[in-house]
């Protein structure tokens, strides 16, 4: 994307839904209107772009088992009311896949294939659905094997070396143990997100970016807990490894979480016809592939690639939304940044206080880097999240 013939892309507007908990105030929205309310909220927020120019609608999601089914993208573009010539598509990259989203749509308008795209994700891990294989004959004897699409690996590859098929917990342990990240330090960076996230609420930081569900009494992110505290997290007993040697727990990791988020992307002409400043533009990305159990330091390369194309080191940066899968995580990701000022990671807190609806991740944490360069009025922001599997992503923004 730093090539001088691509054209500029530029974010005009990003909203989000606050984030729900796993079974809570969105568990009884279907994940298709959860898309559809903010894909219909950019719309609505740019009266100025006639609906039907839109070129494409491209969404993230993780599961694609349940209702989000049947192309996520497209089903947005119907039930949010938009002209029937308004294509979509949906892409998954995992806990990326609203990222990718943004990436292939940015992609699209740099090359001159779109004027004017809404990129997104959306994931309801509490509407996630139980699956079960077909039986390899007729009429199985035994009662059928079933799996939760919740989270993580099912239906092995028996081919798969058992190391890569670790739960994502256990991949965490993996980076603690890595590069010697403690409980201790684990907890005090999960209780400065609630403690960020809380404050940013409070200052309305987040006011501009989300956009309530009509019906739902849900008035922020619901997993922020004010009161959380290393002391209060340090009671909490390890998840993944019970033997005495754990230390990742639910509080110092992201929760399972319903919410979707998009963007509006655009190159100058189709600016022009939004009639509004953009919050920044798109200058690079990168994506790179890394060894599955240690799938939580998969942003370190993506991270230094991306920045490489952008021309642009870490002491260039403004701000940086780094997803927080786990707390070990992403510690170990900053442990290998050692240039990078850890005062600039996720200022209005991140996705352990926040939450990681894993579909709607990517376009969250994009557009929040967005929203922070507008209000900073200029700057360079980074994006990034590891991606289970063995993957990182990263996008830089500029203003």
């Given amino acids: 994307m730093t090539n001088d013939r691509l054209r500029d892309v530029f974010v005009v507007d990003a909203v989000r839904t606050p984030v729900g908990k796993y079974g809570g105030a969105l568990a009884d929205v279907r994940p298709d209107d959860l898309a559809a309310h903010v894909v219909r909220a950019l719309v609505d927020r740019t009266p100025h772009l006639d609906p039907a120019r839109l070129d494409d609608v491209v969404f993230g999601n993780a599961n694609g088992a349940g209702e989000e ?6 089903m947005a573009v119907l039930l949010a009311g938009l002209p029937l010539s308004v294509p979509g598509s949906t892409v998954n990259r995992l806990c990326a896949s609203g990222l990718e989203a943004v990436v292939q749509a940015a992609r699209a308008v740099a090359v001159g294939d779109a004027t004017a795209v809404i990129a997104g994700g959306v994931e309801s891990m509490s509407r996630a659905p139980w699956v079960m294989p077909k039986p390899e004959r007729a009429f199985p004897a035994g009662a059928p094997e079933t799996f939760s699409t919740t989270l993580g690996w099912r239906m092995v590859n028996q ?4 190391e890569w098929t670790v739960s994502l917990g256990e991949g965490a342990e993996l980076v603690a143990d890595k590069h010697r990240i403690g409980r201790e330090a684990q907890d005090l960076f999960a209780a400065a997100s609630h403690e960020k996230a809380a404050r940013a609420w409070k200052d309305g930081l987040y006011d501009r970016e989300v956009v309530p569900y009509e019906g739902v009494d849900l008035p922020r992110d619901e997993t922020i807990r004010d009161g959380s505290s290393p002391e209060t997290l340090a009671k909490l007993k390890p998840v993944f490894r019970k033997d005495g040697t754990g230390t990742v727990t639910a509080g110092n990791s992201s929760p399972l979480n319903d919410g979707a988020a998009a963007l509006l992307l655009t190159d100058e002409e189709g600016l022009a016809a ?3 400043e953009p919050l920044a533009r798109i200058r690079a990305s990168a994506v790179t592939g890394i060894e599955p159990q240690l799938f939580g330091l998969g942003p370190v ?8 194309k952008a021309g642009r080191g870490f002491g260039d940066l403004h701000t940086v939304e780094l997803n927080e899968a786990f707390a070990a995580q992403a510690l170990g990701c900053l442990a290998e940044w050692p240039e990078l000022d850890p005062s600039l990671v996720n200022p209005r807190g991140g996705a352990i206080a926040i939450g990681h609806p894993l579909g709607a991740s990517g376009a969250r944490i994009t557009g929040a ?9 200029s700057g360079t922001g980074l994006a990034a999240l590891c991606i289970g599997v063995g993957q990182g992503q990263a996008l830089v923004l500029e203003r």
Avoid: D, F, I
């Fill in 69 to 74: 089914n049947r192309n996520v993208g497209r």
């Fill in 159 to 162: 081919r798969m070396r058992p």
């Fill in 274 to 276: 939004t009639g509004r």
């Fill in 301 to 308: 390369e993506a991270v230094r690639r991306a920045l490489a």
């Fill in 369 to 377: 880097v967005a929203h922070q360069l507008a209000s900073a009025g």
